[in-house]
């Protein structure tokens, strides 16, 4: 398997590499420490951290209406969110994978980025040596006005078209809701309230699509657009995987990775709260499950349970305001 490739945690063989080994299902056994629950603590340290790192999940943007992947609300139409985002789904049915990606736009554009969201854009104009890898797509942080210099989107983003063939380089930004008429949404099935009730509903008729429906690539003219995200299997974006590793391998240490919203499931992001606390990081964990992350908790981690878009700006006031 390619190193780079957006991948489960549980489909490795082996931990037969380090690297591999932060995120195999094995390391997620019950820790001899126990996290620290005080927000002190958490204060006194953020207060003197220079160089801070967020790894942000869909769980930041739940509180703002969205469903996360795994867990309630992680089925469409009865298919797992995660069957569809491979190259595989969107050759077998491109119509389905379409009125799959196009949802999700609609439901993004819809909702509005909550109380976390703006508190770490202020972060990251209150704190130079703040970055955040967001394995997000809804282009919520973007909404906030976290600034982009210090936002590396892991998984792309719902609003960039690319040619689904890779030949071509075509790509394009691109917020039209829906991204062609033929992917409208009835107006039954739009309402974002709990995203659970509408977008699993097997029951509800899709219109049928045939490819001629469907956004084509205005460059070649011969291929269909695809959204812009990373799908199972595919590499991550190059540019974003070296500003993680140039961020990481600077000679400074790093004084904190808060994780926030995210299961830690899916490689290479996973990996990134091992690598950070081998420079140096305290791990601080906000989800709504009191899980460890992944390689178990260590002495002087942090784990605030409950909903980030309360927990979050709590956690940054004394940086923030
Ligand atoms: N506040 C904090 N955490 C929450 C909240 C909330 N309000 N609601 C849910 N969570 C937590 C859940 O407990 C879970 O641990 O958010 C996490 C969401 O996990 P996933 O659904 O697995 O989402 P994520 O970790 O972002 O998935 C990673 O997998 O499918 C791929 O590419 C996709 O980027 C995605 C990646």
Redesign the pocket.
Same mark, same amino acid.
């Given at each position: 398997m390619l190193r780079g490739c %957006?991948q489960h945690a549980t489909s490795f063989p082996s931990a037969s590499s380090s690297i591999r080994s932060n995120i195999t299902m094995a390391d997620r056994q019950p820790s001899v420490f126990e996290p620290q629950t005080d927000l002190e603590s958490f204060h006194t340290h953020l207060k003197k951290s220079k160089r801070v790192l967020a790894l942000l999940?869909?769980? %930041?943007s739940?509180?703002s209406g969205l469903p996360?992947?795994?867990?309630a609300g992680?089925l469409w139409r009865s298919v797992k +969110?995660?069957d569809l =985002?491979t190259p595989q789904a969107f050759a077998r049915n491109p119509g389905l994978s379409w009125q799959f990606y196009n949802y999700r736009r609609h439901m993004s554009l819809s909702v509005e980025p909550n109380p976390a969201h703006y508190a770490l854009a202020k972060l990251a104009r209150k704190m130079p040596g703040f970055v955040t890898l967001s394995?997000?797509?809804d282009g919520l942080s973007q909404r906030a006005d976290h600034p982009s210099d210090r936002l590396h989107l892991l998984?792309g983003t719902l609003f960039d078209l690319k040619c689904s063939d890779e030949r071509c380089d075509y790509r394009e930004e691109n917020y039209t809701d829906p991204v062609v008429p033929a992917l409208a949404i009835p107006a039954d099935q739009a309402q974002p309230a709990g995203s659970v009730v509408d977008i699993s509903d097997s029951m509800v008729a899709l219109p049928s699509l045939t490819t001629y429906d469907l956004p084509h690539c205005p460059e070649c003219k011969r291929n269909l657009l695809r959204p812009g995200v990373?799908w199972f299997g595919e590499a991550l974006p190059e540019v974003v995987l070296n500003k993680a590793k140039d961020y990481l391998a600077a000679p400074e240490n790093i004084d904190l990775i808060m994780v926030i919203?995210? +299961?830690?499931?899916?490689w290479p =992001?996973a990996g990134y709260i091992g690598q950070a606390r081998a420079r140096g990081a305290r791990v601080c964990v906000?989800?709504?499950?009191s899980d460890a992350p992944p390689g178990g908790w260590k002495q002087g981690d942090w784990m605030f349970a409950g909903?980030?878009?309360v927990l979050v700006p709590e956690l940054l006031k004394p940086v923030i305001g």
């Open positions: %957006l999940g869909a769980g %930041l739940a509180s996360t992947f795994r867990g992680g +969110s995660t =985002a394995q997000n797509v998984h990373v919203g995210t +299961s830690a499931q899916v =992001a906000v989800n709504m499950d909903d980030a878009a």
